[in-house]
């Protein structure tokens, strides 16, 4: 991919793509011996360590060099080459900050970076250990110059995915085949005022790992919003302005008047709700953005 005004953008098929751990090393000037001891100390990801080995302190980076390689493959191939020597530069400066870590901590953080490099399917305590890598890189990003492109690159890298619900998807993960809502007489349907695909969207605002450490947070979300406090009966044309509404204010800054209307009606029942679902600081947070709150007390 390639860097347009610091968004990651176009795949680029340049000579940068082509780049391995080996041969930004061997750039950067190391010594085949050099390459080879590193190599085989590395291969640790693959080891079963002793309960001995577990507690022993290594030296690890804080970056590895596998994050540094993926950040530089999105690069246009000329990005760096303004940077005298430059692999020298980079390397040298993941190099010279590393940390005091056990075996077993440096063994789960690198099969941790080796599942995320590879696009494997990652482990809940995986994304532990990226967030912790994320806030060390943050702490030491501003000391590396004249690197701006990798740095929104290895940021880019770094950041957690974000959730990606539907409300199928929603209802699914809370053990439910559909939401529980009553039958009505014809030409009238019962419904959430505040609707599941308003809730779904705010979710969507949120990295997909925020609510990882809560048992069944989604049984609990789709529980509270399933509750009679936020259900109501209307005719089938009223309940389709409504859905359009909401929908409209997730997706478009601006609504009609009638949308306004709805938005406002819906904005009311979640500000008399709010308060009663515990936790869930950041989610709430994000339906106040969507509803357009302004006058939390």
């Known amino acids: 991919m390639e ?3 610091g968004n990651m953008s176009k795949m680029d098929l340049g000579s940068a793509d082509s780049l391995t751990v080996e041969t930004l090393l061997m750039a950067a000037g190391w010594s085949m011996y050099e390459w080879q001891a590193y190599s085989k100390e590395h ?4 080891k079963k360590l002793t309960e001995v080995e577990r507690q ?3 030296d690890e980076y804080i970056v590895d060099f596998e994050l540094v390689v993926m950040a530089l493959n999105l690069l246009a191939e000329n990005q760096c080459q303004s940077v005298a020597h430059w692999q020298k530069q980079l390397v040298d400066f993941f190099i010279n900050h590393r940390q005091s870590v056990t075996m077993e901590q440096q063994l789960q953080k690198r099969q941790a970076v080796c599942r995320k490099v590879r696009g494997r399917q990652q482990l809940p305590s995986d994304h532990v250990l990226l967030e912790q890598i994320r806030a060390q890189w943050k702490e030491i990003r501003d000391d590396l110059v004249d690197f701006d492109a990798f740095k929104v690159a290895l940021d880019w890298i770094l950041q957690p995915a974000m959730n990606s619900y539907t409300v199928d998807s929603l209802l699914e993960d809370a053990g439910r085949s559909e939401s529980e809502l009553a039958d009505t007489a014809p030409g009238f349907q019962q419904d959430h005022v505040v609707e599941l695909q308003l809730v779904v969207a705010a979710l969507n605002r949120l990295w997909e790992n925020t609510y990882s450490e809560v ?3 989604q049984r609990t979300i789709v529980e509270f919003f399933d509750a009679k406090d936020n259900l109501q009966v209307l005719t089938v044309a009223k309940n389709d302005q409504k859905h359009m509404a909401v929908s409209r204010a997730i997706h ?5 008047a009638e949308e306004k209307a709805w938005i406002a ?3 009311t029942r ?3 709700l709010r308060d009663r679902l515990s936790g869930f600081v950041a989610f709430k947070l994000h339906m106040d953005a969507i509803l357009m709150v302004t006058d939390r007390q």
């Open 215 to 217: 048992p069944d947070w």
């Open 43 to 46: 291969s640790t990801k693959h």
């Open 56 to 58: 022993w302190t290594v």
């Open 252 to 256: 478009c800054p601006t609504q009609r």
């Open 3 to 5: 860097l347009v005004n």
């Open 265 to 267: 009606y819906v904005r």
């Open 270 to 272: 979640w500000m008399a």
